[in-house]
């Protein structure tokens, strides 16, 4: 089993929305981003990159800082995804550590989603 998917709901029986592809994916920026791919809402079939809920990633040596959001500060999931997000993460190869910090400004909307998640969600 994928580590990064110890959900077993696939948001409310339907199927997970595949990946985007990821631009420079050889870089590890983008290894990260492919790694928190994995990482999915257990409410929504949608994984956290393409929902819009990360919102830097900054590489310094084997370091990763990460700010993220939830889609509500009323989360169930809270203390879970930062945590997945930061485990997600430290798979990389060149990383070793990995700080994820749970910002609200700017507040997340709908509109930070990827266009094949809000078609797939049948907000488009």
Not at 3 to 26: K, Y
Not at 97 to 124: F, Q
């Amino acid at each position: 089993m994928d580590p990064m998917r110890i959900f077993d709901s696939t948001g409310g029986g339907r199927p997970r929305v595949a990946a985007t592809p990821t631009p420079d994916a050889h870089t590890v920026v983008g290894q990260i981003i492919e790694a928190i791919k994995r990482v999915y809402d257990p409410e929504i079939p949608v994984n956290l990159y393409d929902l819009g809920l990360i919102y830097s990633i900054v590489v310094d040596g084997a370091t990763a800082d990460i700010k993220m959001t939830l889609t509500s500060p009323a989360c169930p999931e809270a203390q879970t995804l930062p945590r997945l997000v930061q485990g997600a993460a430290e798979t990389v190869e060149s990383i070793e550590s990995a700080t994820v910090e749970l910002v609200w400004e700017p507040r997340w909307e709908k509109s930070m989603m990827c266009d094949e998640a809000l078609l797939e969600l049948g907000l488009l």
